[in-house]
């Protein structure tokens, strides 16, 4: 966005980019008359024009989509490799699959230029990064998860972060065939099946090569009026206080996560998000370049502190959540988090990474439009226009997995007591 004013010695425009202020300062404002210094403001405010306009968003989309199935092909072919030298493949796995997350977190950081500002102890600062540690996130808005894939890329760990997901994530394309080589947790939200299944999966990270987190979503499913109002009353049902911006955790997930990396995983982050401004941003705001300011609220929790017992690792984590809400509400009064603030920068990579795959994919795809052109064939090109619009609408797709409103039912019925 320009903004901009007149001076009697010149005039000053500065807009916005990449989240940064950049500046165009002009000694002398009589050389320019209204209608050149309205030129130059609408030539450079075209960069913003861009970020809304479909034929970018077709060549992110394409970028990501063919470069994910490059990728996914890649990570194919280290099966053998697992056979040979296990951590190896690990290693060139988290290098793969980092290819591919970095993509999401560029469009997060420099083509939208949301920013973020972290709240945390500085005594706890020097250690993200260099430890693994289980990230307990609140689960309220369609890029939460986004927003956590930038915390672990800002401390270099976005390649070998893990997740617990639910099942049907892993039959998406490019992300989750990407998650089954990251050695991702799925889960059927089935306690009696996943019990066995996630327990040997974590334990599996207990030789892992690299510094990793773990990022949980305690809740289980994306915060909405009805899931919130289910939760409640199984929260008076249990004599439990109620919460104002959250829903009751799933304490059996948590307590077999902390249970089985106890001795691999050294803290919990307790991590809350909100935005500024009362906003609820979506992944295709952010392929529209809308600009958002995100807040982090971590707390660092040696894992030795919680519990082992089930029962009292249950009980902690609802007064954890009963002290997120707490924060929220803070937030919600203040507009920011108790406790000091930092903002670690944005690190080059993402983006490095977005341009050398543009470089290699859109090179053959300007050949290929030329050859179209020059052969005058109507239906070849009608050919080559529904193949696009296929792929635009699988990233769509792909992109509605994401929406609140798309969510899956589950946390809408009021389920048994022994079932939390």
């Not at 249990?238 to 948590?254: A, D, I, N, Q, W």
Request: one cysteine or more.
């Amino acid at each position: 966005m320009w903004h901009g004013k007149t001076l009697k010695t010149g005039a000053i425009f500065y807009f916005f980019w990449g989240g940064k202020y950049l500046f165009v300062i002009f000694e002398r404002s009589e050389v320019f008359g209204e209608g050149q210094l309205s030129w130059i403001k609408e030539t450079m405010g075209v960069l913003q024009l861009l970020k809304s306009q479909f034929v970018c968003h077709l060549v992110i989309c394409y970028v990501f989509l063919f470069s994910g199935l490059v990728i996914n092909l890649l990570q194919l072919c280290t099966l053998p490799l697992w056979l040979v030298d296990k951590q190896l493949a690990r290693r060139i796995n988290v290098r793969l699959g980092y290819c591919i997350s970095s993509q999401m977190v560029a469009a997060l950081e420099w083509w939208s230029g949301t920013e973020c500002t972290l709240y945390t102890d500085p005594k706890s600062f020097p250690l993200y990064g260099n430890e693994n540690a289980i990230v307990v996130l609140n689960h309220s808005f369609e890029i939460d998860f986004l927003c956590g894939w930038t915390f672990c890329e800002r401390f270099g760990v976005l390649g070998s972060s893990k997740v617990l997901a639910k099942k049907e994530l892993s039959y998406v394309p490019v992300i989750g065939w990407m998650w089954y080589f990251l050695e991702i947790v799925f889960c059927k939200r089935k306690w009696e099946e996943d019990r066995r299944t996630v327990a040997q999966s974590l334990q599996n990270l207990h030789d892992y090569p690299e510094n990793f987190w773990f990022l949980l979503y305690c809740e289980g499913t994306r915060l909405t009026p009805k899931k919130h109002q289910v939760s409640m009353q199984v929260a008076e049902s249990k004599g439990l206080p109620k919460l104002k911006y959250h829903l009751l955790p799933r304490t059996k997930g948590f307590w077999v996560t902390v249970q089985n990396l106890r001795g691999t995983a050294a803290a919990v982050y307790d991590s809350t998000l909100n935005f500024r401004n009362n906003e609820t941003p979506t992944l295709l705001d952010i392929l529209n370049g809308k600009k958002y300011h995100a807040d982090l609220y971590v707390r660092r929790i040696p894992l030795e502190s919680i519990p082992e017992d089930e029962a009292e690792c249950a009980a902690w984590l609802h007064k954890l959540y009963q002290e997120k809400d707490s924060f929220q509400e803070h937030y919600t009064q203040t507009g920011r988090y108790p406790g000091p603030t930092v903002s670690p920068p944005r690190r080059p990579w993402s983006l490095i990474n977005w341009l050398f795959w543009a470089c290699l994919l859109l090179y053959p795809l300007g050949l290929l439009v030329a050859q179209l052109i020059s052969s005058g064939s109507i239906l070849t090109i009608l050919a080559s226009v529904a193949l696009c619009s296929a792929a635009s609408l699988g990233v769509r797709w792909m992109i509605g997995q994401t929406e609140i409103g798309r969510g899956s039912s589950y946390g809408d019925k009021e389920v048994p007591l022994n079932n939390n």
